[in-house]
């Protein structure tokens, strides 16, 4: 039996065991949306309120789920709005999977109403794209889709499906176990290469680990704490690496980089042996690269090989799936402690503390983001998502939210999109209802897509919107504060009655000007069933420490 | 220095694009391309000579393997 491409396109969406879809229907795209129309109970479709909104709800959603996310959107600029997004989950190694609808196949290339080159223009921030023109193109195109997007190291690709494609019918087959060669086989390092990074890590007086994004990909948690505990490695985490080991272990010595904690920062430069699984050497990382850890061999576990001494020169280069690596590294590592060394690392710390704690007298019954950071991780027990924005806010939430449980801090780390911490929220509740999901924003990026508060209304979300407002573009500001004599060009922002904008859309809220409520009110914001807006007036002029500034070697990191 | 890289990939459309995408990305500007499909088998061969920094080539070498067509490459300095 013969079938129209749009439902032929259902099919194979529900054959990938895909539930739901953020989306928004146009002329391009109208087909797709009435076969959806019956599909109803079976595709739990979200109607965001502009296309850069589908794309990061739907990064939320594969962040906390692992499964790729899916967008549904119309041609021309129903996908040039889904370009932000697209970068975003490229950059993060995010799987999504996104369908453009395309003008008809005989008007391809007339510029026709609503036409733009969608391959073209997602070419270079997609793992994989394919404009079809035939229904029977499909299913293959489908499934090849959601495999290259979660297989190997995980990214967006798109479909961009002409519009005869959705009215042509043709007979429905899907591929059978579908696999693509070069994606099946990631673990390519051989025992030689293990062998040598047990020895080194066996030798070595001062290793320190790094964990990245690769860590919650693969779950290999636990597989990493074998390796910290056996060893008694220090390990620190990238932004993207956070939550994947309980702030509270004895191993753990906090945040890497630009907005990192001191002590990881510090003595990177120390190290005899650094040990990076499955982190990409970020220059938000390593900052100046020629003198970055000049003392340590390093080990590179990465399922990508062309991150393989892109930055930083890898001793022994590792290629697969992290978990995979330790699993068979674990065994080779002899028992071992580095008490002294930990202790280099908790001594900086108390430097940190101490400045810390001067700040907090300092800024004693103010409101600063720190402190209501702080209290919201106590509040909640260390257990909610935080979905962080971009700027002062999300290093605030990286640093002063305690993360207990994997897959809790999600934000955009390597694009840096303002505008990701509402929509990917979206994405992250319905992903994971049964946890709390706070998004943390400033009260310049909470404008760029505020509008998503309708998508919020409308499928009823109890998402908890923390709104740290500084009336201040913060972290621009803060640079032209240390590196532009205070020359605040432009940062200054004034803003609507947020509160007000939140009730229009049914979002409870409430405004803290002053630091005596902020504790019922956070009490209120984190029990009340519903969407709720929370607005801190925070400290203007408050600033995010310890800092490394560009240019600079991660051993002059700041304190202040 | 002068690089020739050879490339065997699926006769795809967008493979060239994304290659050239790669090499736009580092500003390299490519000097000579050749590019032919393979009889009747799908498969394409491209070859390109480009002025590529040592330093960074093993890394775009490999960056263009990603591409998911991308069935084999090679690279070689050029000798005068």
Known sequence: MKHTGAEILMRSLLQEKVEVIFGYPGGANMPIYDALYFYEKKLRHILVRH????AHAA???????????????????????????IADAMMDSVPIVCVTGQVAAEFLGSDAFQETDVIGVTTPITKWNRQLTHADEIPEAVAKAFYIASHGRPGPVVIDITKN???EKAE????????????????KFNNGDIEKAAEIINNAKKPLMLVGHGVLISKAEKEVLKVIEKTGMVAASTLHGLSSIPFDHPLY?????????????????????????????????TSKLSEYAPHAKVIHIDIDESEHHKNIHAHVP????????????TPLLKKNNHVNWLNEFKDMDKKELAVEKNKQIKNKNKLTMDVVLSLLSKKTKNEAIIVADVGQNQMFAARYYKYKNPDSYITSGGLGTMGFAVPAAIGAKIGAPKRLVFAVVGDGGIQMTIQEFGTIMQEKLPIKILLLNNEYLGMVRQWQQLFFEKRYSFTHMESPDFIKLARSYNISGEKVVERNKLDSALDKFINFNGPYLLEV???KEDNIFPMVATGTSVDEVRLE | MKYTVDIVTENKPGVLYRIAGLLTKRKINIERINAYTVKNNGISKIFFTAEIEDRIVDTLVKQIYKIIEVIEIKYHKVSH
């Open chain 1, 172 to 187: 429905f087959n899907y591929p059978k176990n579908f696999y693509i060669k070069k994606l099946k086989t990631v673990n």
């Open chain 1, 253 to 285: 010595v906090g945040m890497l980089g630009m907005h990192g904690n001191y002590s990881p920062n510090k003595l990177t430069n120390s190290a005899d042996v650094l040990f990076a699984v499955g982190m990409r050497f970020d220059d938000r990382v």
């Open chain 1, 537 to 539: 007036k925070v400290e």
């Open chain 1, 59 to 85: 990064e939320g959603y594969a962040r906390v789920t692992g499964k790729p996310g899916v967008c549904l959107v119309t041609s021309g600029p129903g996908a040039t709005n889904l370009v932000t997004g």
């Open chain 1, 318 to 329: 590792l290629v697969g799936n992290v978990k995979d690596v330790l699993k068979k590294l």
């Open chain 1, 165 to 167: 494609t959705q009215f």
């Open chain 1, 51 to 54: 296309e850069q909104g589908a």
